[in-house]
């Protein structure tokens, strides 16, 4: 089964109405995709702002996150290293590194902030 990562960027863009975010989000529902978020990025969403209504919405949407666990570390450090160890790289890394390892599509607004990983396993939507 297809599954779909959002970075906390698309999670929060989607909540708008008529963001090209919310419109790719509905088109996965719409096929039945299965929608996650690693406790990371649920934690930097839960930083806000944001409103009650967005929080419970947004928790219907991905479910329970998808726990950071020990493997995800390995990718992230690979990621990190991969990106050229880029100073404020390190939470990308760790929210896309639960993607890569679960072989999820990874939603995100800044796709060229992810693109060295790529080439390690992360794939990003379209």
């Known amino acids: 089964m297809t599954k779909v990562h959002l970075d906390t960027c ?3 863009r989607a909540l708008v109405p008529g963001s090209d ?3 790719a989000l509905r088109k996965w529902l719409t096929k039945r995709i299965q929608i996650a978020i690693s406790s990371v990025a649920w934690a930097e969403f839960l930083c806000g702002p944001l409103r009650p209504e967005d929080r419970a919405i947004a928790r219907r ?3 329970t996150p998808v726990a950071f666990i020990e493997s995800d ?3 992230a450090a ?3 290293n991969l990106g050229g160890r880029r100073r404020g ?3 990308d890394c760790l929210i896309a590194a639960a993607a890569a390892r679960e072989r999820a599509i990874f ?3 800044n796709p060229d902030d992810f693109s060295a990983f790529v080439e390690d396993g992360l794939e990003l939507a379209n």
């Open 78 to 80: 690979r990621f990190f």
């Open 89 to 91: 790289s390190f939470v």
């Open 10 to 12: 698309f999670l929060i």
């Open 107 to 109: 939603a995100t607004c």
């Open 73 to 75: 570390a390995d990718i």
């Open 61 to 63: 949407l991905v479910g």
């Open 21 to 23: 975010e919310d419109k």
